[in-house]
């Protein structure tokens, strides 16, 4: 019987991989090897000193049995926090980027459709 954990938005992608980690009583040895990179650099990432590839994180997700879109969200924002961390006009640009993501999704499902 597997341990599900729900992802709490608020951590990073480091410290996400972490709690799904030890909570499958997995050694950072072993998700290292199964990733194919070296232990230290696994170490890292859980500690927010690097971070992880788009590709690790599919691949994480699929070694810690977790829930890829919720590891993939965990991902992204951590990336957009990184871009946009220090800027005065952040949340505004982020409201901005969201208008624009939707209108971008939009125009696509009709080209799409038509």
């Known amino acids: ?23 499958k009583h997995l050694l950072i040895r ?6 194919q990179i070296d232990s230290s650099l696994l170490s890292r990432i859980e500690r927010g000193d690097k971070r992880p590839t788009r ?3 599919i691949q994480l997700a699929g ?3 977790a829930d890829e879109n919720e590891l993939m969200i965990s991902y992204l924002s ?6 946009l961390r220090g800027e ?3 949340m505004e640009a982020m409201e901005a980027a969201e208008k624009k993501i939707a209108y971008a999704t939009r125009k696509r499902r ?5």
Request: hydrophobic share 45%.
């Open 1 to 23: 019987m597997g341990i599900t954990l729900a992802i709490n938005r608020m951590k990073t992608i480091g410290e996400v991989i972490r709690e799904l980690r030890t909570a």
């Open 30 to 35: 072993e998700v290292a090897a199964e990733l």
């Open 55 to 57: 590709d690790q994180v």
């Open 63 to 65: 070694i810690l049995k």
């Open 78 to 83: 951590d990336r957009v926090v990184y871009e």
């Open 88 to 90: 005065k006009l952040a």
């Open 110 to 114: 009709r080209k799409n459709a038509g």
